[in-house]
């Protein structure tokens, strides 16, 4: 029989454990998006050495699992002599995994302005970085919302993996919360409605501010 | 009305890879003139007008704005510095058959971008000298819309704004009315004709004959890379010698004769 009060009890804990999902979920967002701008640079260089150091970075961020590159970091960092908590490891690798999609996100985005959108402000004589922040990556940025978005949302779930080097977010915590009351399903039932929650939101937030940012 | 610039253009020729678009182009443009470039599609007309301001780089030859040489410098030496090509492209407005304007921007922000970028000007002053110009082309009651909301013909005509308010000596128009419904190209014509009739130099590729006959005072004829004529716009347009712009007029006056 489910049972509809070990169901709602399994929500505080979880609620808790969710702060890590966030953590876990918008710092490796917040730190991808710098990172994959840095990438996107290289991506978009003249030089055929930095396209290549991007290609390679995308390629094997998007080539391999996120579970398997979770393990190398959590288990590379102490052979080179950096012993840091697991969340720590949880973030860098969720960063760079965000960081290999951002920049191919981003590299559409410019890639998908009119030729004419830069040559109207090279022929009034405006600045190279001046075509950069004031007509190319307003009109990129606003471009990529809805992907970026996206992107954020398949981050929350994927950071359900990061439960394996022991990081307390939602899976892990409703593992536990499963294993303590001997009733998974409730458990699974209540992180689901938590992952859900938090994605509809997120949908929800992608909806304002593409709708904020159209022209 | 600042001073209007003459262009020269010599020798010029350009590449593609190894397809030669423009070849041994000769070409005076005098100040406070129009000049139109016709000629079929794919005879070089964009290109050579997109070396004017070294949009596109020419490979041999030299085109002369007021006697200087704009992209090397010296002919067929060093490319000149990027500060010196943005202080000469800053002179010299263009207008484009997409209009290319930045679409995240009003009307009036659109036009004050180059204003507070390249001129420097303070926000509120750029905004002023913008309101200006979009009133000068009939647009002071759209200067708070984004490029989306007006018609083609706004559009190109707030595209025109952009580049006058920067003072230029000299206008590039890139087929300007190709782009617009028929109701719509009377107004940018307008427009341009008050333009030309306050002396600024112009050079005008464009496909509109009647433009053409009545606002220029020359016209030059490309085809397959060569200039194959420079006159008054009553000799080659009514009565040309060379056999290609023959033909070219008759199929144009067999188009628009339906
Ligand atoms: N960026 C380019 N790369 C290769 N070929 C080009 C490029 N731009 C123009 N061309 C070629 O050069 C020729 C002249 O083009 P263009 O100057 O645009 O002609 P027009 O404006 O008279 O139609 C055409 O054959 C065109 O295909
Ligand atoms: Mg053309």
Redesign the interface.
Known sequence: MFSLSTFLDAFWPLTLAARYTLLVSGLGIALGLVIGAFVCVLALSKSRAARTVAALWVSYLRGVPMLVQLLVVFFLLPVIGINVPAIVAAVVTTAIVASAYISEIWRGAILAL?R??T??A??????PR?TWT??IL??AV?LSIPQLINELILLVKASSLVSVVGVMEITRASQAQAGVTFRPLEAYLAAACLYLVINLCLAALGRWLEHRMA? | MVEASSVEIRKVNKYYGDFHALKDIDLSIPPGKVTCLIGPSGSGKSSLLRCI?F?EEYDSGEVLIDGKLIGYETPGGRRMSRRKL?????T???V?Q?F?????MTAQENVA??LR??RGLRKAEAMERAAQALDRVGLSDRMAN?P?RLSGGQQQRV?IA??VA?DPRLMLFDEPTSALDPELVGEVLNVMKALAAGGMTMVVVTHEMGFAAHVADQVAFLDAGELVGVDAPARILREPEDPRIQSFLRTYHERNVI
């Open positions: 009119p004419g959108q040559e109207a090279i022929a009034i004589g405006m600045r001046d004031r007509i307003p009109q606003a022209v | 301001n949009l943005r202080q000469m492209r800053s010299i407005g263009m484009f997409q290319n304007l930045w679409p995240h971008e180059g970028r390249v984004h989306a595209a952009r580049a920067m």
